[in-house]
């Protein structure tokens, strides 16, 4: 006899897909949108930039806020995610409507984002797996450290550039095309309409994200720390990541002044 | 002047048999239907090669686009034959069977699994008492018998199904059409007795969960049913149905 009871999996398909679709809201989007934040404070100068860090590197319970309200929800969303891409059958090419272009990007841009976040975690978050120092150890300067890991860490800083343009783009369409997804399924926007208008804000607040990450992205990449500061900061970092253990005892409190 | 309908079919045998293509020719008349065109080659089944072979299988009935029976993809558009005019169509006309069902012969597939569907939602009234229950009809604005009107052309006829990118043999999503069936009946006074049945029936393995928003099925949707509104329709109302289960039980 076969067993035709319905896997867990399915018993609550429902209820889960429910909160894939939340998890993509709260808390992963605003992440998103959290984190667009700090980097972007890089535009406002390699000072704020390692303020806004540290701030967040002196957060109570860290590890504890990171693993419930990113690790977590993220594997979540990535792995159910991976399950329901597979339920679709693309069809485009026969019935291309606007929407359906939508729903094909929504996944085509969910695999890009899972592959880009995992090659993201690698290169800044668990890059101390392949020797290099922890992204902590940078204090205070995490401008630099941040900067190096883009100019001088594995690959040409262009390919960095572009696997973060192509990254970020992608993960800007996916938010903000979930953002219409989860309204229709939640039962929030009900009639066509209203649909077109969400869409219309959603399609202005992607290109919005699009370009926040860019600036970011610009000013890590190009920008340098004033120069009154630049010999330290540079001397400073460059030590730090050279050598990370003992560089964590040694960090002067009142480095910047 | 010897002017043509030309017809290239995508046909099979059996259900389990492989498909093939062959192609016909008739005689141009004007304001053919595909439907009527077919009926001609029933009688003349002749193929572009001289072959007489066995004539092409399909199913209708209406002739009028309100039962649903015809429904097959022209010229890779999922339509209803009848109403496909042949002076409208680029030729030569394509037709082939929809893909999302069972193949019984030809044009002809078996939309069974929608039927049962509509069974598992309860897309009926229920009986209000066998007896007189000294109550008059239930009254209902003209605004909901405006929208319950346009639910109500349904005809099962899969065109949704096979427009829908989530609907296919490996998914048990329960389909598109459903949703309007579902949507007319919980708004109707006495369908309406039903609703928590329904909504648990929705809320169920290949459900309204099975929905990828990719809106194709509004877009094919022969008789203009706004199934997108009814799929948020029923996102409210079975979020509104978990919480009632997970609170007030």
């Known amino acids: ?10 018993r609550y398909q429902f209820q889960l897909r429910r909160l894939h679709s939340l998890s993509g809201i709260v808390p992963i989007g605003f992440f998103l949108l959290f984190h667009l934040l700090t980097n972007s404070t890089a535009f406002l100068g390699a000072e704020r930039y390692d303020t806004h860090v540290q701030q967040i590197h002196d957060l109570p319970w860290l590890p504890v806020i990171e693993f419930l309200f990113i690790f977590l929800p ?19 090419r026969q019935y291309p409507y606007m929407d359906n272009w939508r729903y094909t990007l929504q996944r085509i841009t969910a695999w890009i984002t899972l592959v880009f976040v995992a090659i993201h975690l690698l290169h800044f978050r668990f890059a101390y797996w392949f020797g290099v120092p922890e992204y902590a150890s940078a204090h205070p300067y995490f401008f630099a450290f941040t900067q190096k890991g883009f100019l001088h860490l594995w690959l040409p800083a262009w390919l960095w550039i572009c696997m973060y343009v192509i990254g970020v783009s992608a993960a800007a369409f996916h938010f903000c095309n979930g953002i219409v997804t989860f309204c229709i399924t939640w039962g929030i926007t009900v009639g066509v309409e209203s649909r077109k208008k969400l869409s219309l804000v959603a399609g202005v607040l992607c290109i919005v994200l699009m370009l926040w990450g860019f600036v970011s992205l610009y000013a890590l990449t190009t920008m340098t720390r004033p120069a009154h500061g630049a010999a330290e900061a540079a001397r400073g970092s460059e030590q ?3 050598t990370p253990y003992m560089a964590r005892h040694e960090t002067p409190s009142a480095a910047r002044e | 002047m010897d002017k043509v309908i030309h017809f290239k079919i995508k046909r099979q045998d059996g259900p389990n048999s492989q498909p ?10 004007p304001q ?33 686009e ?24 680029e030729q030569p006309i394509v037709l082939e069977p929809l893909t999302k069902f069972p193949i019984i012969r030809d044009l002809a597939v078996d ?13 009926w009234v229920p009986l209000d008492g066998s007896q007189d229950v000294h109550e008059p009809a239930p009254r209902i604005s003209p605004a909901d018998q405006a929208l319950r009107y346009v639910y109500s052309r349904c005809m099962t006829c899969g065109c949704c199904m096979e427009a829908c990118p ?25 369908g309406g007795f039903f609703k928590a049945d329904r909504l648990h029936a929705l809320m169920d393995p290949g459900g309204i969960a099975g929905c990828g928003n990719a809106q194709n099925c509004f877009k094919v949707c022969p008789k203009d049913i706004p199934l997108t509104h009814a799929i948020g329709e029923l996102g409210r109302q079975t979020t509104v149905q978990w919480l009632r289960d997970l609170l007030m039980k």
Not at chain 1, 1 to 10: A, E, H, K, Y
Not at chain 2, 41 to 61: F, I, M, Y
Request: neutral net charge.
């Open chain 2, 166 to 190: 989530q609907y296919h043999d490996h998914s048990d999503f329960i389909g598109p059409a459903l949703f309007g069936q579902v949507a007319l009946h919980n708004s109707h006074p006495t």
């Open chain 2, 20 to 29: 093939y293509w062959e192609e016909f020719k008739m005689p141009y008349a």
């Open chain 2, 66 to 89: 309100v039962c649903g029976a015809c429904s097959m993809l022209v010229n890779g558009v999922p339509r209803q034959a009848c109403a496909a005019l042949v002076d409208d169509l």
């Open chain 1, 1 to 10: 006899m076969t067993d035709t009871t319905p896997g867990l999996l399915d």
């Open chain 1, 240 to 242: 730090r990541i050279s």
């Open chain 2, 32 to 64: 053919h239907n595909v439907i009527s065109a077919l009926l001609y080659l029933r009688e003349h089944p002749v193929n572009t090669r001289g072959q007489r072979v066995a004539p092409v299988a399909w199913e209708s009935n209406c002739m009028e």
């Open chain 2, 111 to 123: 939309r069974q699994k929608m039927f049962d569907a509509l069974i598992r939602v309860k897309a």
């Open chain 1, 74 to 92: 993220l594997a979540f969303h990535g792995i159910l995610g991976i399950a329901i891409a597979w339920q679709g059958k693309l069809n485009v």
